[in-house]
């Protein structure tokens, strides 16, 4: 079938789902319109794609979830049976249900979700897990998938002739449980705003950006991974003794799983 457009619609506080991605398009024959769908203010307009259009969803695994801002963020998104390629990228632990809740929704609204891939990025609370991740490995691997989905889409008919790959996970769904690692501003804090103006909940008020309001945080990182002074951290002690126990039990090189 003839693919006329590409869009990459996207959730990555901390970068690392956006570098999976990128690694992914870069190997397709057209340029992507990329949609970031991670700030507060990233106006999220339902949109209904056509059938000679590629999407495709890349978000970070939370608890063994989609998070639910991005699944929120996504479900604006319809399609009269568009090609889809769903991405769920995590930190080396697990992506349990993850990859199937993304596709769950994708065929909800309409896509034809054909290919699939869990990937991996650094962890972006306990850093020292999966650091430097996607590497060179990974993106080679991405790559070579990008080219066979392209080979897939461009093969087939039509979408309806597309099959559906089975992925991991179980219904329903695990309970989404997120950690809760909310970061503040120390006194270096230096008033830029940058913290508020990323947080993709709304948590951080740009007057007085060095408190985290905790009902909204997701624990995303995004404002610490952002900050250009470093002067946003979750508790460090906790952190540290938690990060060590993460990286005892899951830093175990796990590799990336591509489903077509
Ligand atoms: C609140 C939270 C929960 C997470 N849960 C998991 C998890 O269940 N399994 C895992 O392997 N990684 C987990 N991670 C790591 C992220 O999936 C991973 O670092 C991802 O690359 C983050 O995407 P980003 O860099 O685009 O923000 C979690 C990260 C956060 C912030």
Not at 109 to 131: E, K, T, W, Y
Not at 165 to 173: E, I, Q, T
Not at 237 to 252: G, H, R, Y
């Amino acid at each position: 079938m003839h693919i006329s457009k590409i869009t990459a619609v996207f959730f990555s506080p901390c970068g690392g789902t956006e570098k999976v991605l990128d690694a992914f398009l870069s190997a397709l024959p057209l340029p992507a319109e990329k949609i970031d769908l991670t700030p507060f203010s990233s106006s999220v307009q339902s949109r209904t794609f056509g059938t000679e259009e590629l999407v495709i969803f890349a978000a970070p695994v939370y608890a063994g979830r989609i998070v639910p801002l991005a699944m929120q963020r996504f479900a604006a998104l319809r399609a009269a049976h568009t090609p889809a390629v769903c991405l769920a990228v995590y930190g080396n632990r697990a992506y349990e249900d993850a990859l199937l809740e993304l596709t769950d929704l994708a065929k909800q609204n309409g896509f034809v979700p054909f290919a699939a891939a869990a990937a991996l990025a650094q962890h972006s609370i306990m850093r020292r897990v999966a650091a430097g991740r996607p590497d060179t490995n990974d993106v080679a691997k991405l790559v070579d998938f990008a080219k066979q989905v392209w080979r897939k889409v461009a093969q087939a008919p039509s979408a309806a002739v597309l099959s559906v790959p089975a992925v991991p996970g179980n219904h329903p769904y695990k309970d989404f449980k997120a950690v809760g690692f909310v970061p503040a501003a120390s006194a270096a804090c230096i008033r830029c705003g940058r913290c508020a103006a990323h947080c993709p909940s709304g948590a951080i008020d740009l007057a007085c950006p060095e408190k985290t309001d905790k009902t909204r945080c997701i624990f995303c990182m995004g404002c610490v991974s952002v900050c250009p002074v470093q002067a946003r951290s979750a508790n460090k002690a906790l952190l540290w003794a938690a990060e060590k126990a993460f990286a005892l039990k899951f830093s175990t090189r796990q590799e990336p799983e591509f489903f077509l």
